[in-house]
């Protein structure tokens, strides 16, 4: 499973990226088509068997066929926080381990409302912890 954000996948679907900060510039105008980056993905073998792409639409794929997307609660300042792929990732394990139905979407679910709980306004940075 990966966790990507628009950034990330924009590598994900560049098949001569070496590293993230060389994705080809043809590639920068798909930035906000993610089912078309995706399926480059996929196409290239970039990409896990499932995919969580994180941002203002959360969205899953499996085998670059997308099976859920999760749009609420909106958040905007939690889009692609750093860590966040690695909260949504342990949440993720839990549910699986429970077996539960649809664990990425419930990951996806509980990470937006945990930022609705907290009220989370903007990115904090280290000094403000």
Do not use: W
Not at 40 to 46: E, H, I, L, P, V
Not at 99 to 104: H, L, Q, V
Request: overall charge neutral.
């Amino acid at each position: 499973m990966f966790t990507p954000d628009q950034g990330e996948l924009l590598f994900l679907a560049d098949e001569f990226a070496a590293h993230p900060l060389y994705v080809r510039t043809e590639l920068l105008g798909r930035l906000n088509d993610t089912a078309s980056l995706v399926e480059t993905a996929y196409r290239y073998k970039n990409a896990a068997k499932t995919l969580v792409v994180k941002g203002a639409i959360d969205s899953v794929y499996q085998d670059g066929i997308l099976i859920k997307e999760c749009r609420q609660p909106n958040i905007p300042a939690m889009e692609a926080i750093g860590g966040t792929g690695d909260t949504i990732t342990g949440m993720i394990s839990g549910l699986r381990y429970r077996n539960d139905a649809f664990p990425e979407y419930k990951a996806l679910i509980i990470n937006r409302l945990i930022g609705q709980r907290i009220n989370c306004t903007r990115p904090l940075k280290l000094e403000n912890l």
